[in-house]
């Protein structure tokens, strides 16, 4: 009998190992050596040093010199929160900044930055409905200027067993839903992200996938102290990369759950499907939880890979944020 063949689907192809940092670096500088001597590089776009880096400085997709510059990233004047510490260095910024799950653009990390580097981040609104009693659509930068901003130093855990150490910039969910007044009847919170296939090259069809992304928390998630609206990091507004201008963070939780870009929240009474759960219900949960002690069916989550040394580290139950989050999953 022949032996029974799997093939894979899309989203199933484990994540790729990134670049040390010192062989990025290098490769960088003989790129921006490249450009100054002459030698041309078709459609690389390039920008010298770190500022490049942040901004996607590998190629881009064909026609994307036609495309407006990359929104100038502003720094953001916010105080750090001292009861978020670290038990590791933060990954530095060029490597943090080219590699990225953003499938919306590619799913090849080491390509998001180039393909998404000229996303249009503004004007931007957020639509906030469903189950509460002032639904209203803000305008992000109106939005901005009425939450309690500040950094927190965050642990970031991928379901793919990477990890890494950010300064987030934003506002506590809580703050957000706070203005809508949320009803006793609203159990749960959905969020989506955009949907513009002219801007994101995964989006056009023929697409694997259901486009746009949606995730879902339970309301004493979205309403623990933890749970972070996201503007900016590296004391900065967020690159389009890393969900530009506003993603959330859920950091006791994989990755997947922390959506980017986010254009609507609504607040439902019936669990919401989401993005992962639907296509691959066996290998993405509903709760996506760090769990070290359980396995994803197709590798160990005992341990994770710093992004930035390749360092192997046991994983943290709820990734180190238990104190703040056990209390919400009883056994």
């Known amino acids: ?188 919170v959905r969020m989506v992200s955009f949907h513009d296939p002219k801007q994101a090259p995964n989006q056009r069809p023929p697409t694997h996938y259901p486009w746009p992304y949606f995730e879902g928390l339970t309301m004493e998630e979205a309403v623990n102290p933890l749970t972070l609206m996201v503007n900016g990091i590296y004391g900065h507004d967020l690159p389009p990369q890393h969900g530009a201008p506003l993603r959330l963070i859920v950091p006791w939780k994989y990755g997947f759950k922390s959506i980017k870009s986010v254009v609507r929240i609504e607040l439902t009474q019936k669990r919401p499907p989401t993005f992962w759960n639907e296509l691959s219900p066996r290998e993405y949960d509903f709760w996506a939880n760090v769990e070290p002690e359980v396995p994803h069916p197709r590798w160990s989550q005992a341990s994770e890979r710093m992004i930035d040394t390749g360092e192997r580290r046991p994983t943290l139950k709820y990734n180190g944020y238990a104190d703040l989050v056990a209390h919400l999953y009883p056994a």
């Open 1 to 188: 009998m022949a032996p029974s063949i799997r093939i894979r689907k899309p989203w199933e192809i484990p994540g790729l190992r990134p670049t040390p940092e010192a062989a990025f670096l290098d490769r960088r500088k003989f790129l921006v050596r490249m450009g100054r001597t002459g030698v041309g590089i078709a459609g690389a776009g390039l920008i010298p040093g770190v500022a490049g880096a942040i901004l996607g400085g590998c190629a881009q997709p064909p026609g994307a010199e036609d495309d407006p510059k990359p929104l100038p990233l502003r720094p953001i004047d916010a105080t750090r929160n001292p009861q978020f510490k670290l038990d590791r260095p933060l990954t530095p910024e060029a490597v943090a900044a080219n590699y990225n799950n953003f499938w919306e653009f590619s799913e090849i990390k080491e390509r998001v930055a180039g393909l998404a580097r000229n996303f249009r981040s503004r004007p931007w609104t957020v639509e906030v409905a469903g189950k509460v009693g002032k639904p209203q659509t803000f305008d992000l930068d109106d939005l901005l200027r009425l939450m309690p901003i500040e950094e927190r130093l965050y642990r970031f855990r991928c379901v793919e067993a990477w990890a890494m150490a950010v300064p987030w910039v934003g506002f506590p969910l809580k703050a957000l839903l706070d203005r809508v007044e949320p009803l006793s009847s609203a159990k749960f």
